[in-house]
């Protein structure tokens, strides 16, 4: 990984992490302005640049917390 930039999950992770909020890859996509095909790149090791990076490990980080509070309210 570069110096400066954004840090992402692994690639298991961020598929992880969408399937555990019942999201599909069309509806992430979405949400970060990016095509359903982009996600699956990500998904399979490859890796956003710029703002869209920043946008979609805003969206990973947010489900991680989601879920996290999930967790804790149960």
Known sequence: MEIGLTPLPTPEKRRHLRESLG???EQLAARIN????SVRRWENGGEPK???RTAYAKALADIEDYLDNMEVES
């Open 23 to 25: 999201l599909s890859q």
């Open 34 to 37: 990016v095509t359903r095909d």
């Open 50 to 52: 710029g703002a869209t």
